[in-house]
């Protein structure tokens, strides 16, 4: 039975390859998972969505399409963002299980320092050299997450600052000094 012989083997290959191909691509997104960024500005209405990190390695693209995203939007100004900021993001928002693609909003990342200063004389609750300045910090909320539950997963990772800001509908994170406030 020649052909029905043929025919199992051509079966058998073609299972194993697909099994090869399934393993591999497998091990290529364990390996390097790619890290992407919707966002949707609260001030401006502006939205992203970039991929900052793919193939192991930061991508260039990526990064300056999200460091305009996150730019002092008062006056223009951008600076690099620190990429653990990030994957901060990215890792809060896995781990609240938000899909990739859903856009965080964005209320405040990048404050240049003049912004900074006028924030600081109105209000006692911005810190005259904040994390904000540096590009290390922004202010976001998750549309349909409860605020408490942003707060948590953020805490959770021990990555830096966390502030929590329910009357305005925000929280802090940064990577600066592991603390919290509320
Ligand atoms: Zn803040």
């Given amino acids: 039975m020649p052909n ?5 083997r051509d079966l058998l290959n073609g299972g194993t390859a ?6 591999l691509s497998e091990r290529a997104s364990a390996r390097s998972p790619e890290r992407r960024l919707a966002l949707f500005n609260a001030n401006t209405g502006e939205r992203y969505d970039a991929c900052f990190f793919a193939n192991g390695r930061y ?10 995203a996150m730019r002092d939007w008062r006056t223009g100004a951008t600076r690099t963002m620190d990429p653990k900021l990030l994957d901060l993001l990215v890792h809060v928002r896995d781990r609240l299980d ?32 904040s994390q904000h300045m540096l590009g290390k910090a922004t202010d976001i909320a998750i549309p349909g997450v409860h605020l408490n539950r942003l707060r948590d997963a ?19 994170v940064d990577t600066g000094a592991l603390r919290h406030w509320s």
């Fill in 98 to 129: 938000v899909s990739s693609h859903k856009p965080l909003r964005l209320v405040s990342a990048y404050r240049s320092p003049k912004t900074n200063g006028r924030m600081h004389a109105r209000s006692h609750g911005v810190a005259s050299k």
């Fill in 59 to 68: 991508r260039a693209d990526g990064l300056a399409e999200l460091n305009h």
């Fill in 18 to 23: 697909a099994l090869v191909m399934a393993a």
């Fill in 154 to 172: 953020a805490l959770s990772l021990r990555a830096g600052g966390v502030g929590y800001y329910p009357h305005d509908g925000f929280v802090h």
């Fill in 4 to 8: 029905a012989l043929l025919s199992r």
